[in-house]
């Protein structure tokens, strides 16, 4: 068994009917794949709570580096755009892309802080197992030209657009 196998046995899985958090990566020539990770994380930071542990410039919160999928992003365009006074280009809702590095100082961050009183009801066991479970991926991806972002997938979202499942989290490079 694999680091990330074993990782992966600790972060719970989640159920077909919740969002889950989706790691998607891409090197110079694309989209490379996606790792599907769980909820516990999304669930902790529902309210950017996770995200906002990190005062001033100690480190990025892990909403920072999250992404519309194309559904979301279209959405979004269809609702303002039945607004009618909001100006926006397609271009706006464009995915940004992270080198792995800053999602690993940021995951870092997290778990290096976890027992401060904000962070101890926050940063359960099963959360702690996503994030280590993320920088596992974000790891694997620490080579030149890969980026990353994260995507809030819906239950049941196709998630074609981030190119197919990694397996074991490891992406053929």
Avoid at 63 to 70: V, Y
Avoid at 154 to 161: S, T
Wanted: hydrophobic content about 45%.
């Amino acid at each position: 068994m694999t680091e990330l196998q074993r990782v992966r046995s600790l972060a719970s899985r989640p159920p077909a009917d919740r969002h889950r958090l989706v790691v998607v990566l891409r090197n110079r020539s694309g989209i490379v794949g996606h790792a599907a990770v769980g909820s516990a994380l999304l669930d902790a930071d529902w309210d950017a709570a996770v995200s906002m542990l990190p005062t001033g410039d100690e480190a990025e919160g892990i909403a920072d580096f999250l992404c519309d999928t194309p559904t979301q992003a279209r959405r979004a365009m269809d609702e303002l755009a039945e607004i009618g006074d909001v100006p926006f280009h397609p271009r706006d809702f464009a995915p940004l892309w992270f080198p792995p590095r800053r999602g690993i100082a940021a995951i870092d961050w997290l778990l290096a802080n976890r027992n401060t009183r904000r962070a101890r009801c926050l940063l359960t066991d099963a959360v702690c197992a996503e994030l280590a479970e993320v920088r596992l991926i974000l790891e694997q991806a620490c080579c030149p030209g890969y980026r990353f972002h994260f995507v809030e997938a819906e239950p049941g979202e196709d998630l074609g657009f981030a190119g197919a499942a990694l397996k074991g989290g490891s992406a053929d490079r």
